[in-house]
């Protein structure tokens, strides 16, 4: 690597396409917020030719230019493509954002990829988030190299960046994470901080300076060569240790000198495979300058060393039934096997569907067969339907410019497919297939939301439909406990990025309410009660009197209802009504205005009248009965209690079990679960984890997951269920 001349292909103002999987490339660009993810992006474009000197398209806008919000937000908030072109080599760039709460996003770009490049600030290291991914990335072989940039930085200091890298993504292995190049920076300026002006190949011996604004070969001198020796014997035994050839290490360190052209074919080898990671320098381009810092040596790498769609193994794909079906990778004539890795709408255009297609080939106007499945918990209906494809383009800023097909192994932008949904499968309509959806994290962070005004409630369902149907890490409800409509969210990000795209997008205002958590009422002991309801108005009156007795049930009871009259004193066809009465009251409240549960309520005696009682008399008494007993009772307040998961490394387990104490939480267990991680199993009340996932990302610096599911009601302690009536009658 690092020994061709190359030529610019010119891709601006035109569509980058591919003819062939061999001549694809899909690589998905992982860091945190703040990294250089999306500037780094731009430098290889620029560098391809793909923009102007300015990092311009067309349009005026930069190739990172996607979304409205991004621009507002300062950040990347979404999944974007920007393909380029490379010694005849498409490249598709997936730009994924680092901040947590657009986990999801990070998730379908690893579902589109076949190699990912792992961004690293040298000013901020290497953060445990990331340390994560790259360990899901490796549990499933996919060939990974890392970039490190902000090398401007003051603080900046590639060895020991590459020392870190080393520590934390080769913790098996760390002779497998290795600089290619190293640095080469200039004279010092006045603050005493030598600028990085180029690179030094370690293979090739090579120096190529970036500081003309385009890089520049030359040789290095005799006395650069020593420093480098170090470095580069330790790169080849790195090399040489991941070679298929079992004997180039015992003719190496026998003395044997092994060919460049050798070593560079092994590491490209070893880099597609997934066991050698190579570290790599890049920063953006100088003002009016032609070529970013190491993008060159970038874009070899990508084409020469990440593997090509072949390799990748196919999703487990089944038709509808769930009957697996065996397909060969990337077969551009076989069945037609696509998936929507992202939905999102557009103003002029509509929705725009990013699909990666994995067999097959996809062309405007054909009619496909759409199925989505599995995704009903969140709001996502089961949905088998066939539509037509609209028109094929490559994103490219805010363009998009028109293709005529996809073939197997590529990505494209797909138009007007108006139910496919993220996560959904295309396949052809006489034979519909379905893939297993990839993992994506549960949304635990409630956002309760009311429609400002009437014209908004009117399009707020529409909104949050499609709002649902592009962002599957969003989940809908409509509680019927409480009668709030809830998002739920994966952070306060997420939720504010939500809000701005029903306001913006959708043009629906909504309001932002408390989000109330499902309690309920239950007798503490046993009460009895008195129900009458007489009436003489003149005409037909209304004459039921009944009498009950309540008394509490183990939890999970529910309502019991037994007839205990002897006599007659309530005639046969009014004890249903006496029942309907209690339970209807029962479903209102007695106290609070919470459900009542988990009693039984004996109907003793009563009386009646043979012109003036009626079903709905006696359906009157049975709730003025049951409401008497409440007055005389005392009522327990029942709170909701999840039992959690916390899934946390081993350094901060302590912090949050110390944190679920404050919580009213019960531990109820841990566990270790191999590198260096604990899961622990608790029991605490819904009304304490409103906003847990939260406060444990802050807690755990990002490195901590839960998951929580409903347990029981149970009676709240009476200090909290007082803090909750002094609060004018508003309820969690």
């Given at each position: 690597m690092?020994e061709?001349?190359?030529?610019?292909?010119g891709?601006?103002?035109?569509?980058v396409t591919?003819?062939?999987p061999?001549s694809?490339?899909?690589?998905?660009?992982?860091?945190p917020?703040?990294?250089?993810?999306?500037?780094?992006?731009?430098?290889?474009?620029?560098t391809?030719?793909?923009v102007?000197r300015?990092?311009r398209?067309?349009?005026?806008?930069t190739?990172?230019?996607?979304?409205?919000?991004?621009h507002r937000?300062?950040?990347s908030v979404?999944?974007s493509?920007?393909?380029?072109?490379?010694d005849?080599?498409?490249i598709?760039?997936l730009?994924t954002?680092?901040?947590?709460?657009?986990?999801?996003?990070?998730?379908a770009?690893?579902r589109?990829?076949?190699a990912?490049?792992?961004?690293?600030s040298?000013?901020?290291?290497?953060d445990?988030?990331?340390?994560?991914?790259?360990e899901e990335?490796?549990?499933?072989?996919?060939p990974?190299?890392?970039?490190?940039?902000?090398?401007?930085?003051?603080r900046?200091?590639?060895?020991e960046m590459?020392r870190?890298?080393?520590?934390?993504f080769?913790?098996d292995?760390?002779?497998?994470?290795?600089?290619?190049y190293?640095?080469?920076?200039g004279?010092a300026g006045?603050?005493?901080?030598?600028?990085?002006t180029?690179?030094?190949?370690?293979?090739?011996r090579?120096?190529?300076d970036?500081s003309?604004?385009?890089?520049?070969?030359s040789e290095?001198?005799?006395?650069?060569?020593p420093a480098?020796?170090?470095a580069?014997?330790r790169?080849?035994e790195g090399?040489?240790?991941e070679?298929?050839?079992?004997?180039?290490?015992?003719?190496?360190l026998?003395?044997?000198?092994?060919?460049?052209?050798t070593?560079i074919?092994?590491?490209e080898?070893a880099?597609?495979?997934?066991?050698f990671?190579?570290?790599?320098?890049?920063?953006?381009a100088?003002?009016g300058?032609r070529?970013?810092?190491?993008?060159?040596?970038l874009?070899?790498?990508?084409?020469?060393?990440?593997?090509t769609p072949?390799e990748?193994?196919?999703p487990?794909v089944?038709?509808?039934?769930g009957?697996p079906r065996e397909?060969s990778?990337c077969?551009?004539?076989?069945p037609?096997v696509?998936?929507?890795?992202?939905?999102?709408?557009d103003p002029?255009?509509?929705r725009?569907?990013?699909v990666?297609?994995f067999?097959?080939?996809?062309?405007?106007?054909?009619?496909?067969?759409?199925?989505?499945h599995?995704l009903?918990?969140?709001?996502?209906?089961?949905?088998?339907v066939?539509?037509k494809?609209?028109a094929?383009?490559?994103?490219?800023?805010r363009?998009?410019?028109?293709?005529?097909r996809?073939?197997a192994?590529d990505?494209?932008?797909?138009?007007?497919?108006?139910?496919a949904e993220?996560?959904?499968?295309?396949?052809?309509?006489?034979d519909?297939?379905l893939m297993?959806?990839?993992?994506?994290?549960?949304?635990?962070?409630?956002?309760?939301?009311?429609?400002?005004?009437?014209?908004?409630?009117?399009?707020?369902s529409?909104?949050?439909s499609?709002?649902?149907?592009?962002?599957?890490?969003?989940?809908l409800?409509q509680n019927?406990?409480t009668?709030?409509?809830v998002?739920w969210c994966?952070?306060e990000a997420?939720?504010d990025?939500?809000?701005?795209?029903?306001?913006s997008r959708?043009?629906?205002?909504v309001?932002v309410v408390p989000?109330?958590?499902p309690?309920?009422?239950t007798f503490a002991?046993k009460?009895?009660?008195?129900?009458?309801?007489?009436?003489?108005s003149g005409g037909?009156?209304?004459?039921a009197?009944?009498?009950?007795?309540?008394e509490p049930?183990?939890?999970?009871?529910?309502?019991?209802f037994?007839?205990?009259?002897?006599?007659?004193?309530?005639?046969?066809?009014f004890?249903?009504?006496v029942?309907?009465?209690v339970?209807?009251?029962?479903?209102k409240?007695?106290?609070?205005?919470?459900?009542?549960?988990d009693?039984?309520?004996?109907l003793?005696?009563?009386?009646?009248?043979?012109?003036?009682s009626s079903d709905a008399?006696f359906q009157?008494?049975?709730?003025?009965?049951l409401r008497?007993?409440?007055?005389?009772?005392?009522?327990?307040?029942?709170e909701?209690?999840?039992?959690?998961a916390?899934l946390?490394?081993?350094?901060y387990?302590?912090?949050?079990m110390s944190?679920?104490?404050?919580r009213r939480?019960?531990v109820?267990g841990t566990?270790?679960t191999?590198?260096?991680?604990?899961?622990?199993?608790?029991?605490?009340p819904e009304?304490?984890?409103?906003?847990?996932a939260i406060?444990?990302?802050?807690l755990?610096h990002?490195?901590?997951?839960f998951?929580?599911?409903?347990?029981?009601h149970?009676?709240?302690?009476p200090?909290?269920?007082?803090?909750?009536?002094?609060?004018d009658?508003?309820?969690?």
């Open positions: 690092g061709k001349t190359h030529t610019h292909p891709a601006a103002g035109r569509a591919a003819d062939h061999a694809v490339r899909n690589v998905v660009l992982v860091g917020s703040g990294s250089g993810k999306t500037t780094l992006v731009e430098a290889l474009a620029l391809a030719g793909a102007n300015a990092g398209v067309e349009d005026g806008g190739v990172s230019d996607h979304d409205d919000i991004e937000q300062h950040r979404q999944l493509l920007v393909p380029v072109e490379w005849g080599i498409k598709n760039l730009d954002p680092g901040y947590a709460d657009f986990v999801g996003e990070l998730r770009g690893l589109a990829a076949d990912a490049l792992f961004v690293v040298a000013a901020d290291g290497v445990g988030a990331t340390r994560m991914v790259w990335c490796q549990a499933v072989g996919m990974r190299a890392i970039v490190v940039t902000h090398l401007e930085s003051a900046a200091d590639f060895e590459t870190v890298c080393a520590e934390a080769g913790a292995d760390p002779d497998a994470v290795l600089p290619l190293l640095p080469l920076r004279a006045p603050d005493g901080h030598a600028p990085v180029g690179l030094t190949g370690l293979l090739s090579k120096l190529f970036y003309p604004g385009e890089r520049k070969e290095p001198g005799g006395d650069q060569l480098l020796e170090g580069r014997d790169l080849i090399i040489i240790a070679s298929e050839d079992e004997t180039l290490m015992d003719r190496y026998g003395g044997e000198q092994v060919d460049v052209k070593l074919e092994d590491l080898r880099v597609a495979r997934g066991t990671h190579p570290v790599l320098a890049a920063a953006p100088a003002e300058a070529q970013g810092l190491g993008t060159v040596e874009l070899e790498l990508i084409t020469r060393g990440f593997p072949f990748h193994p196919l487990d089944t038709d509808l039934g009957t397909l990778p077969d551009t004539e076989g037609l696509a998936e929507v890795v992202k939905t999102s709408s002029y255009v509509g725009l569907s990013l990666r297609v067999s097959g080939t996809l062309r405007p106007d054909d009619t496909v067969h759409v199925s989505g599995g009903a918990d969140r709001g996502h209906e089961d949905h088998d066939d539509e494809v609209g094929l383009s490559m994103a490219f800023g363009q998009q410019r028109p293709v005529t996809a073939v192994g990505l494209v932008c797909v138009a007007k497919l108006g139910r993220t996560g959904d499968t295309l396949s052809a309509k006489d519909p297939l297993e959806p990839w993992r994506m994290p549960d949304p635990l962070l409630p956002l309760a939301i009311q429609a400002h005004s009437k014209p908004d409630e009117d399009k707020l529409l909104g949050l499609r709002l649902v149907a592009e962002d599957p890490t969003m989940r409800e019927q406990d009668h709030q409509v998002l994966l952070g997420h939720a990025v939500a809000l701005e795209r029903l306001r959708y043009g629906v205002q309001d989000h109330k958590v309690l309920r009422e002991g009460a009895a009660g008195r129900g009458r309801h007489v009436k003489q037909h009156g209304q004459y009197i009944c009498e009950i007795e309540v049930l183990p939890g999970g009871s529910g309502i019991e037994v007839d205990k009259v002897v006599g007659g004193a309530v005639p046969r066809q004890i249903p009504s029942e309907k009465g339970r209807a009251q029962a479903a409240g007695v106290a609070a205005g919470h459900p009542l549960v009693v039984r309520v004996t003793l005696d009563g009386k009646s009248h043979s012109v003036d008399a009157t008494a049975g709730a003025l009965a008497e007993a409440a007055a005389e009772a005392r009522i327990h307040l029942l909701p209690v999840a039992e959690i916390v946390v490394p081993d350094d387990v302590g912090a949050v944190d679920l104490s404050t939480g019960r109820l566990e270790q191999g590198a260096g991680r604990t899961l622990i199993r608790a029991e605490v009304f304490e984890i409103g906003r847990y406060d444990l990302r802050s755990s990002g490195t901590a997951s998951s929580r599911a409903y347990a029981r149970e009676p709240m302690p200090h909290v269920a007082e803090r909750l009536r002094e609060q009658g508003e309820t969690p």
